[in-house]
């Protein structure tokens, strides 16, 4: 008999084949972390079951079978090659496997040559991810299925991890968007992402095998696939079990059961892991820590006995609903803290219901909401005011701490923290899109042990060796946090060790401090998170200084928007009563605006029978105001009405197409004109979309790329689409020089990207990809190198006729750029003489484009600012000493920008910067250390595909906020 065991990372799967072969036995289960421990009551069962003392051959696969086996000397077999015999004895004729499991994910090409492809550290996209969203949406994985088979909008959401997902799909929950529509859109992340992150480039097509178990028991997720590979795949018998089949077909080493399972149990028993100091040496210890922040207390009244006057704060956060009712002192009379089931309406109704019956003699005066779901609620209830999230949290906060300097909330999956100078709000810190230092990483990793966090959190406090486990995402982290249980770590070492983690994330990737003391000492520590004891301790050894936890931590962002609206009540609150409350209706309506080129998906919530509506997922304010957001003031709306009106012109040499992305969005006067003077037809691929970047998607080689790279494959294949026969886009080392930097390249990405299309796109016979090094940064020598690029693909074009033509693209550009200035100055004597805020919303040229920026300039109009952009402003500046080398002209442009305003009162910057950047690494410091040496706060958005404003609106009504305090 030959027994094959797959150890993967959530489940063991186990097959017995007979001596032709044939299955006698097999089983899947999930180990939940004990692997000896299943291991060897698998085969213990399958010894005194099957095997019954006859001759056995056993291999071992799987992603964590290699280490048991090399210590328990049992014959071993790398997963995929297993996968490769396995399917070569069943399905011969496979092309491609597309194989997903509990943290791993691959795709085996067996035609066209064998290669195989696997994602790394992160566990994006796999079982795991899934396990993580069908929790978020408090549904299993069953009925999760089911429901996408009945969606009607797909959402863009990230698959690249779990963490990043739920900053997607949480607030689209608390919008009130379907399951259906969201469980289907997950499935089609996990699709794009396992294409676009592993085939990278090379074409998945002919006859493809499903494997795994997320494929396997998810029907949907197979429908996901098929419709982005545009082909019907394979899920076969017995398709759980391919890695153990392989494993077993290929066993040859005949084994002894009884001492493989002595040495299984005794594996791990006496291995080592990295330990750091215990939280507390003993209990007086803790008990004097318990004492000293217990007397950071809110004062509480009896809402039995009170009369009169009480203000409602309400705070909907990310994955938690909590509220409290006020008395007139600021005294808490009632509260409530709970989980939202991604729809906070129902419990805020029930929470009212509740104060109105319980508490006939108590007058709600005012309600305020803050949170994820703020505007939700304000329209579903009526409540009086709406206040961003750091202004409650920093209100709350100097109740307890009247100098505050510092404040930091840690939540379920968002981080805020903020610096308080002169008694506002000066510097802020948000965690972007990733909530690996927050309560959820916390929360999943109590859930995967089988703990809940409030049991799991306590363990850690006497941990005699905490593991270090570094400050890594949740995904990253589960290989590690079962590589220390292999190597004897308790759950009470992995439960301190993981709360280190959150600490060492929040102090060191998302504020990044050099020093306790950049921070301040006056600190006020908030939020869920840091109800958890080990948690508040180890921030407090790591900063070196005692910090302010109030006994409502949890409360706070209610509490302050409570203290918020008890300072501007009016005596009469405009919350529905009682009686609206009990026949209380919430319709929620998908559509589509189409008002735009945007075509946001929206989320209709009709409350009260029609009385009410809230409007969720839109880019701007046409589907709320039926009318268009003002452009007069939009320096990125004129940029892209400018450059749109670069149409193409009949010519004697026929069509030539420019792919509208990157450098093309600040260049496409110069090339337009020289291509429009030479006699060719310049054709331009449409405006990026969601549907041109998934057209591209598979011929794209990296997923670490910036996205706006990533859009260009898209482009291109646009163009080719289109049948244009020849398509230009240049390598380009330089940039023109500006006088402002040390040198003017283009950044890498920007200046070789074509040699990457070119060597990733196969293009139709007759094709020319003119892709040639040109540098337009030489007047002179540019038309004589340009003379013999063209030559190459094009005859009977003279030397001056290219002299002519690049004349007047020099004169093009320059026309443009005078454009652009003089526009700005106008937008700027406009916004001043109507006391407007000014926002330079800074960036690449190609930010423009409206797929990648997300209309995060519509947003800024709609909160009546002016938006004009870098250039505008870098033209008005001498150059100047950096502490970085500055040498690229669309840095030395935001530098430029940053010195510029650095007096003005009345602008202020915030920097896009796109994931996977590498070079914003430095630019994003130095434009910070610019700005705050002259007193002005550092705002950055972060942009990829994906396209929820929630944080960045945030981030915007912080910053207002800030500047208006």
Same mark, same amino acid.
């Given at each position: 008999m030959k027994i094959g065991l797959d150890v993967g990372s959530t489940t063991i799967k186990c097959v017995v084949l007979d001596d032709n072969n044939q299955i006698l036995y097999q089983s899947y289960e999930r180990h939940y972390s004990q692997i000896t421990e299943k291991m060897a009551e698998l085969l213990t069962k399958i010894q005194k079951e099957i095997v019954k003392g006859k001759q056995t051959l056993l291999t071992v696969s799987g992603s964590a079978g290699m280490g048991i086996s090399q210590t328990c000397k049992l014959p071993f077999i790398q997963e995929v090659y297993a996968t490769r015999v396995a399917v070569g004895k069943l399905i011969p004729d496979a092309d491609v496997i597309i194989e997903l499991g509990g943290e791993d994910a691959k795709i085996l090409f067996l035609s066209g040559g064998t290669e195989v492809r696997m994602n790394g550290t992160c566990a994006g996209g796999t079982g795991a991810f899934i396990d993580q969203m069908a929790t978020l949406l408090n549904i299993p994985l069953d009925e999760m299925d089911r429901l996408a088979e009945q969606y009607e909008k797909i959402y863009t959401i990230a698959s690249r991890c779990g963490v990043f997902a739920k900053s997607d799909v949480q607030p689209l929950l608390n919008q009130g968007a379907r399951k259906s529509d969201i469980s289907a859109s997950i499935f089609a992340a996990v699709a794009n992402q396992t294409i676009a992150g592993l085939a990278q480039g090379r074409k998945i097509d002919g006859k493809v095998?499903?494997?795994?178990?997320?494929?396997?028991? $998810?029907? *949907? +997720?197979?429908?996901?696939? @098929?419709?982005?590979?545009?082909? &019907?795949?394979?899920?076969p018998e017995n398709s759980l079990y391919y890695v153990a089949i392989g494993a077993a077909l290929s066993s040859g080493i005949e084994t002894d059961l009884d001492t493989a399972l002595e040495s299984i149990k005794a594996y791990g028993t006496t291995a080592n892991f990295l330990s750091i100091p215990p939280l507390f040496e003993n209990q007086e210890e803790y008990d004097e820590f318990k004492r000293r922040h217990a007397e950071c207390r809110v004062p509480r009244g009896n809402a039995e006995t009170y009369e009169g006057d009480a203000y409602l704060?309400?705070?909907?956060? %990310?994955?938690?609903?909590?509220?409290? $009712?006020?008395?007139?002192?600021?005294?808490?009379?009632?509260?409530?803290? &709970?989980?939202?089931s991604g729809n906070p309406v129902p419990i805020i109704r029930e929470y009212l219901l509740s104060l109105y019956n319980k508490y006939p003699k108590i007058q709600i005066a005012a309600g305020a909401v803050t949170g994820y779901g703020e505007e939700l609620l304000k329209n579903a209830f009526n409540i009086d005011f709406g206040i961003v999230e750091t202004v409650a949290h920093f209100t709350a906060a100097k109740c307890f701490l009247p100098n505050v300097?510092?404040?930091?909330?840690?939540?379920?999956?968002?981080? !805020?923290?903020?610096?308080?100078?002169?008694?506002?709000?000066d510097n802020i810190f948000l965690n972007e899109a990733c909530s690996s230092g927050c309560g959820s990483f916390l929360q999943t990793f109590a859930n995967t042990l089988g703990y809940d966090i409030e049991?799991?959190?306590? +363990?850690?406090?006497?941990?005699?060796?905490? =593991?270090?486990?570094?400050?890594?995402?949740?995904?990253?982290?589960?290989?590690? =946090? !079962?590589?220390?249980? &292999?190597?004897?770590?308790?759950?009470?070492?992995? %439960?301190? /060790? +993981?709360?280190?983690?959150?600490? !060492?994330?929040?102090?060191?990737?998302?504020?990044?401090?050099?020093?306790?003391? #950049?921070?301040?000492?006056?600190?006020? =520590?908030? /939020?869920?998170?840091? +109800?958890?004891?080990?948690?508040?301790?180890?921030?407090?050894? #790591? $900063?070196?200084?005692?910090?302010?936890?109030p006994d409502i931590s949890g409360l706070m962002g209610a509490y302050g928007a409570g203290i918020?609206?008890?300072?501007?009540?009016? /005596?009469?609150?405009?919350?529905? &009563?009682? @009686?609206?409350?009990?026949?209380?209706?919430? #319709?929620?309506?998908?559509? %589509?605006?189409?008002?735009?080129?945007?075509?946001?998906?929206?989320?209709?919530?009709?409350?009260g029978g029609g009385a009410r509506r809230f409007i969720g997922g839109n880019r701007c304010e046409k589907p709320v105001t039926k009318r268009s957001s003002s452009d007069e003031l939009n320096m990125y709306a004129f940029k892209l009405q400018t450059l749109r009106s670069y149409q193409p012109v009949k010519g004697k040499r026929g069509q030539i197409g420019l792919p509208m992305g990157l450098n093309m969005y600040e260049l496409l006067p110069f090339w337009h004109t020289f291509f429009t003077q030479l006699g060719f037809e310049v054709v331009l691929s449409p405006l990026s979309s969601r549907e041109l970047y998934?057209?591209? *998607?598979?011929?794209?080689p990296s997923d670490t790329v910036c996205f706006p790279a990533k859009l260009m494959h898209g482009h291109v294949q646009a163009l080719i689409d289109q049948g244009i026969e020849n398509i230009f886009y240049p390598c380009m080392s330089y940039n023109f020089d500006e006088g402002l930097g040390d040198n003017h390249y283009n950044c890498p990405v920007v200046a070789y990207y074509p040699e990457v299309i070119s060597a990733n796109m196969s293009a139709p016979d007759g094709l020319h990809f003119i892709h040639d090094y040109v540098g337009i940064h030489r007047k002179h020598d540019f038309p004589i190198k340009m003379h013999g690029v063209l030559a190459k693909y094009f005859d009977g074009i003279s030397l001056s006729e290219i002299k002519k033509a690049a004349k007047a693209a020099y004169n093009e550009y320059d026309n443009y750029l005078a454009r652009i200035h003089e526009k700005g100055d106008r937008m700027i004597a406009q916004a001043q003489k109507e006391h407007r805020q000014i926002i330079v919303l800074s960036g690449r040229p190609y930010h423009l484009d409206p797929e990648i920026n997300h209309g995060i300039d519509k947003l800024i109009i709609s909160l009546g600012a002016a938006v004009i952009s870098e250039d505008v402003l870098s033209c008005k500046v001498h150059r100047f000493p950096t502490a970085v080398l500055n040498q690229w002209t669309y840095h030395s442009r935001l530098y430029a920008a940053a010195k510029y305003i650095g007096d003005k009162p009345d602008m202020n910057l915030v920097q896009l910067v796109s994931f996977g950047c590498g070079v914003d690494a430095i630019t994003t410091d130095e434009v910070r250390r610019i700005l705050e040496e002259n007193g002005k706060i550092y705002t950055q958005i972060k942009i990829d595909e994906i396209t929820n404003l929630g944080t960045v609106k945030i981030r915007?009504?912080?910053?207002?906020?800030a500047l208006e305090s």
């Open positions: 095998i499903y494997l795994g178990g997320p494929l396997t028991f $998810l029907s *949907q +997720l197979r429908e996901s696939f @098929d419709h982005a590979l545009q082909t &019907k795949g394979i899920c704060g309400i705070d909907a956060g %990310s994955t938690t609903v909590k509220a409290v $009712l006020l008395g007139k002192d600021g005294e808490v009379l009632d509260s409530i803290y &709970k989980g939202n300097d510092f404040v930091i909330d840690i939540g379920g999956q968002d981080m !805020k923290c903020f610096k308080i100078h002169n008694g506002a709000i049991d799991f959190a306590k +363990l850690g406090l006497f941990a005699k060796h905490p =593991v270090d486990l570094g400050s890594r995402c949740t995904v990253f982290m589960n290989s590690q =946090v !079962k590589q220390a249980q &292999k190597d004897g770590a308790t759950t009470e070492d992995i %439960s301190a /060790g +993981l709360s280190v983690s959150v600490v !060492k994330n929040a102090i060191y990737k998302v504020i990044r401090a050099a020093s306790a003391e #950049e921070l301040g000492r006056n600190i006020v =520590v908030q /939020g869920g998170t840091f +109800l958890n004891d080990a948690v508040l301790r180890i921030f407090e050894n #790591e $900063l070196g200084v005692h910090v302010s936890r918020y609206a008890k300072n501007r009540s009016t /005596g009469e609150s405009t919350i529905i &009563k009682k @009686d609206e409350l009990e026949n209380f209706q919430h #319709e929620v309506k998908v559509t %589509s605006c189409g008002r735009c080129s945007n075509n946001c998906r929206l989320t209709i919530n009709v409350f998934i057209e591209g *998607q598979h011929t794209i915007l009504r912080s910053l207002f906020a």
